[in-house]
C-alpha cells in the first residue's frame, strides 16, 4: 500500500513544525545570557529543544492543556501499536521495498521510512512536554530509544542504498531523527549519536549543498540546510554547521528564473509552479526558525541578503493571505490533501489551515528582523487572525503547540492594533498570478504559459488539476464565503468547471500532462499592466492536451472584474464551456440564484438554459452582469467525490457538496466563440440589476481574436490588451503589449503599458487624448510627443519581465 509524502505540513502537526516559542513578544531572551557558556553545542541544542516544544505557556490552561493531552494520547497509541518486526517499526509503515527504485511504490516504501521516523518525534515530544500524561516516563523513552536503534539498524544507516523519494532520505527522515535526538540527547549514548550521525552523512553528505540546483533549491535547500546545521550540533561538528549556514545564501537572493523569490514577489518552486503557500511556506518557516536558532552564536545569519526574505513577508505572502487563509492558486499539489487514508491524525491542511501556519511562520520571523517590521507584522498577523471567522486559529486541530503559542501571543498582546486587510491590486508577471483586493472583498487569477505549468502532479497528488491554471478566477467576501475552497471543494467540484476557465470537455486521465509541472503550454502572451489599484490582465490560452485555443481578459475595477473571452475555438471533437461561475454552497445550500428578477427553482438537481439573460445573483454571495444579454447554462447539482479520487495518499470516504454553476456552453468544436460578464462579489440583487440596467457604464472596445479591451467613463478607465499590433478606440498600439489608463480629477492620467510577451524590442504607443507634457517616465520610454494626442516610444521591453511600465502625463 503506498503512501506519499506529506512534506508540505512542515508548518502544521508536529510541534517542530511552526517552531513558534511561546507567548511573550521575545521568548527567546529568556535565559540567552545564561546560554552563554562555554558548551557552545549545548546551548544550540537547548535552544532547539525550545524551538520544538515552545516555552511560556502554561500546560494547564486552554487551549493548550487540551492540545498537551491529545500529544499524549496520540504517543500513547504509537507506543502501544510499535511492534519492530524485519523491515517496519509498525506494522502498516513497511519500509522493506522487495523491488527497490524510483517508482510510487517505491515512494511509498520509503515515505513509510519516514512516517516511522515521524512518529518516533511525536513520542519524544510526549515524553518531553508537561501535561501529556507520558512527562518523563521511562518505558516511554526506553520505546523511543529502542526505536531508533530499529530503524537505523533496518535501512536508515550508512551502509543503505537509497530508493523511493530523495526527500525522505535527505529531509523528512534526517529532520525528525535529528529532532529525536535533541529531546532525548541524554538518554543516548556516544556511539548511539555517533551512528546516527554517520547515517545522516550517508544520506546527506556536504555535496549536497555544493551546487544550488536540482533538489536543493528555494525551499530544498532551506530543509537541507536544517539538517546539516543540526548535524553539527548534535554531533559536535563546528564545520556542519558553518557549512549549512553558509548553504544558505544563495536562497536568499532575487532571482530572474527557476526557484526562488522573485522580485515581483513571486515565489517558483519545481521551476514552474507558483507555491508561496506550501514549499514558500515551508522556506519562510525554516528560515526564520534557523535564523533564531543560530542568532547569538557563532554561526549567526549575518548575511545582508536576509533582508530580501524579511521584504517577502509583504511582497510575496501577505498578498495571498486573507482574512486567515492562504490561497490555493499558490499551494500548488497542496490542494489535494484531505484526511489521509491510513492514518487519521494524518488530516492535511485546507486553504485555512495552511494559512495559521503562515501567520505563525511570520511571527517567527519578525523575532530577527528590525522592531518596524516586527511590530508591523505582529498587526497583521493579528487582524487576520480577528477575521477568521469561517476557521478560527487558535482553534486550529492541526497546529502545533509552539505555533499555537506564537498566535496566541499576539492575541494577547495588548499593545498590538490589528491591522487591515491590505487593498490593492497585485500582479506576478514571473509566476502567471494576480490579486485583486477590494474594502470587502478579494479575487485571484491563475494562469498558465512557457514559463509557468498548467498545474502540478506529483506522488500520486493533484491528479485532477489539470485545468486550474486555465484562467481560474477564486474570489473571497470579508465575511462570507470564506469556506468557498476550504469545504471539501477539490475531491468534489468538476474538476472541468473550474469557476472563470474555459476549457474543452475532453476526457483527460489522471496525471495528464506529466508530474512535476511537466505540462506547460507553448505561449507567450500571460500577464498584464496595473497601476496598484486597477488592472488590465491576459492570458493566451491554449488548452491541456487539447486543441483549444482562447483569448482570455480580466479587467480588474473598483467593484467588480470584467471578464472578457474571444477567439475560441477547438477541435477536439468535444463541447467547449466558459465557466461564469461554480460556487460550493457547501452540504445542503439552497442559496437563490435570481435572474433578471425572477428566482429561480432551488431543487436538485435542476437546470435550465437563461437566454437573454443581462444579469444574475446568487444569494449571499454576488451578482453577475452579461451585457447586452447572453445565454447562460444554470446548473444545480449534487456532486460526489472521495479525496482519494485526486490524491492517492487520501481517504476513500465519499462527500457530497452542493454546486451551483453558470456557465456559457460554446458547442463542440466552436470557431470563434466569445463571452463577456462582470463578476461583482457581494452585491445585492440591486446593485447587480442597476449595473445591468446602466448600459452606458461599460463600453466593450474590442473583444476579438486581435485586442480585447474596455472603457469605463464615470471611472476614467481604460484597458486594453493588444494580442497584435493596432487601434482599439482611442489607443493605437504597434505590438502586442498591454496597456491600461486611469485619468484623475486632478488632470493627470496614469498610462500603464508591459510587455507579457517578454519579446519586444520596441513599440510604439499612441493616445487620441489631449496631452499636454509628460510628467514621469521609466527608461524604457525613449520619446515622447505631446499635443493633440500622445505618442510614447519605448525601446527594448524584452528584460523588463512583464513588469508594469507606469507614465505619468497632464491633459489637456
Excluded at 511561546?22 to 546560554?35: F, Y
Excluded at 519562510?284 to 535564523?291: A, E, I, P, V
Excluded at 484531505?338 to 489551515?353: E, F, M, Y
Aim: proline fraction near 4%.
Amino acid at each position: 500500500m503506498t503512501r506519499f509524502s506529506t512534506r508540505r505540513t512542515f508548518l502544521r502537526a508536529t510541534g517542530g513544525t511552526a517552531l513558534a516559542l511561546g507567548l511573550t513578544t521575545s521568548p527567546l531572551a529568556n535565559g540567552q545570557a545564561a546560554a552563554a557558556a562555554a558548551d557552545e553545542f549545548s546551548d544550540l541544542r537547548a535552544k532547539w529543544r525550545s524551538l520544538i516544544l515552545g516555552s511560556g505557556f502554561s500546560p494547564t490552561a486552554e487551549p493548550f492543556k487540551g492540545r498537551l493531552a491529545q500529544l499524549g494520547a496520540r504517543a500513547a497509541e504509537y507506543q502501544s501499536t510499535m511492534a519492530p518486526a524485519t523491515g517496519s517499526l509498525w506494522p502498516e509503515l513497511v519500509w522493506a521495498d522487495p523491488e527497490p527504485d524510483t517508482d510510487q511504490e517505491s515512494y511509498g516504501y520509503s515515505q513509510r521510512m519516514n512516517d516511522s521516523f515521524s512518529r518516533l518525534s511525536v513520542m519524544a515530544q510526549a515524553y518531553c512536554q508537561q501535561g501529556t500524561g507520558l512527562t518523563g516516563n521511562a518505558a516511554l523513552a526506553a520505546d523511543i530509544v529502542a526505536g531508533l536503534d530499529h530503524v537505523y539498524a533496518g535501512i536508515y544507516n550508512e551502509g543503505q542504498t537509497r530508493f523511493g523519494n530523495f526527500y525522505s532520505w535527505q529531509i523528512g527522515a534526517p529532520q525528525a531523527l535529528l529532532d529525536v535526538c535533541v529531546l532525548m540527547y541524554e538518554q543516548l549514548s556516544a556511539a548511539q549519536i555517533a551512528s546516527y550521525c554517520r547515517a545522516v552523512d550517508h544520506f546527506v553528505p556536504d555535496s549536497a549543498v555544493a551546487v544550488y540546483s536540482g533538489t536543493s533549491t528555494g525551499a530544498n535547500r532551506v530543509d537541507l540546510c536544517r539538517v546539516l546545521i543540526l548535524r553539527g550540533i548534535v554531533g559536535g561538528s563546528s564545520a556542519k554547521i558553518a557549512l549549512g549556514r553558509s548553504a544558505l545564501s544563495p536562497v536568499f537572493p532575487y532571482v530572474s528564473s527557476g526557484d526562488g523569490l522573485y522580485a515581483d514577489g513571486s515565489f517558483i518552486q519545481h521551476t514552474s509552479v507558483p507555491y508561496a503557500g506550501t514549499y514558500g511556506a515551508v522556506m519562510l518557516g525554516g528560515l526564520g526558525s534557523l535564523f533564531a536558532l543560530l542568532a547569538g552564536s557563532s554561526w549567526a545569519v549575518t548575511d545582508p541578503n536576509r533582508q530580501i526574505v524579511f521584504d517577502a513577508v509583504e511582497n510575496a505572502w501577505a498578498p495571498f493571505l486573507y482574512n486567515g487563509l492562504i490561497m490555493d492558486s499558490v499551494s500548488g499539489r497542496g490542494i489535494s490533501r484531505g484526511i489521509h487514508r491510513d492514518d487519521p491524525h494524518q488530516v492535511q491542511a485546507d486553504d485555512h489551515l495552511r494559512g495559521h501556519g503562515i501567520l505563525s511562520a511570520i511571527v517567527l520571523l519578525g523575532q530577527g528582523a528590525s522592531a518596524a517590521e516586527n511590530a508591523r507584522w505582529r498587526g497583521l498577523v493579528k487582524g487576520w487572525l480577528q477575521r477568521d471567522y469561517y476557521s478560527p486559529p487558535l482553534s486550529d486541530p492541526l497546529l502545533g503547540l509552539v505555533g499555537l503559542a506564537w498566535l496566541k501571543s499576539v492575541v494577547d498582546d495588548t499593545s498590538v492594533a490589528a491591522i487591515a486587510e491590505p487593498t490593492g491590486h497585485r500582479l506576478f508577471p514571473a509566476m502567471a498570478r494576480a490579486t485583486h483586493r477590494r474594502p470587502h472583498w478579494a479575487a485571484s487569477i491563475s494562469m498558465a504559459g512557457k514559463r509557468i505549468t498548467h498545474y502540478e502532479t506529483g506522488n500520486g497528488e493533484n491528479l485532477r488539476g489539470w485545468h486550474t491554471g486555465s484562467g481560474m478566477l477564486y474570489w473571497w467576501g470579508d465575511s462570507y464565503a470564506n469556506g468557498q475552497y476550504s469545504d471539501a471543494f477539490w475531491p468534489t467540484v468538476d474538476p472541468y468547471r473550474l469557476p472563470g476557465t474555459t476549457n474543452s470537455r475532453k476526457v483527460l486521465a489522471d496525471a495528464a500532462g506529466g508530474d512535476w509541472g511537466a505540462p506547460k503550454p507553448d505561449v507567450n502572451w500571460v500577464g498584464g499592466a496595473t497601476d496598484g489599484n486597477r488592472a488590465a490582465i491576459g492570458q493566451y490560452l491554449r488548452g491541456l492536451q487539447s486543441t483549444l485555443m482562447a483569448k482570455k481578459s480580466w479587467f480588474c475595477l473598483d467593484d467588480s472584474i470584467v471578464c472578457l473571452g474571444a477567439g475560441i475555438k477547438c477541435t477536439d471533437g468535444t463541447g467547449v464551456e466558459s465557466v461564469i461561475e461554480n460556487r460550493n454552497l457547501g452540504r445542503s445550500g439552497v442559496h437563490p440564484l435570481t435572474v433578471d428578477g425572477t428566482v429561480k427553482p432551488v431543487s436538485h438537481p435542476w437546470t435550465e438554459n437563461l437566454t437573454g439573460a443581462t444579469w444574475a445573483h446568487i444569494g449571499g454571495m454576488g451578482g453577475y452582469v452579461f451585457p447586452g444579454g447572453a445565454t447562460v447554462r444554470a446548473l444545480r447539482e449534487e456532486r460526489t467525490g472521495k479525496w482519494s479520487d485526486i490524491n492517492r495518499g487520501m481517504a476513500e470516504t465519499a462527500i457530497t457538496r452542493r454546486y451551483l454553476t453558470l456557465y456559457a456552453d460554446h458547442g463542440t468544436n466552436p470557431s470563434d466563440a466569445a463571452y463577456a460578464y462582470l463578476l461583482m462579489p457581494g452585491a445585492n440583487t440591486t446593485q447587480t440589476a442597476a449595473r445591468a440596467a446602466d448600459t452606458g457604464w461599460l463600453q466593450i472596445l474590442a473583444n476579438t481574436d486581435n485586442q480585447q479591451g474596455v472603457r469605463v467613463p464615470s471611472l476614467g478607465f481604460t484597458g486594453v490588451n493588444f494580442w497584435f499590433g493596432g487601434t482599439v478606440g482611442t489607443l493605437t498600439a504597434s505590438a502586442p503589449c498591454a496597456v491600461m489608463i486611469s485619468e484623475k480629477s486632478s488632470g493627470t492620467a496614469v498610462i500603464c503599458v508591459s510587455d507579457p510577451m517578454r519579446m519586444q524590442t520596441g513599440l510604439t504607443l499612441t493616445w487620441n487624448r489631449a496631452v499636454t507634457s509628460v510628467i514621469s517616465k521609466p527608461s524604457t520610454v525613449t520619446g515622447s510627443a505631446t499635443g493633440a494626442s500622445l505618442s510614447l516610444t519605448f525601446g527594448d521591453l524584452s528584460g523588463t519581465l512583464g513588469a508594469t511600465q507606469k507614465i505619468t502625463v497632464a491633459l489637456g
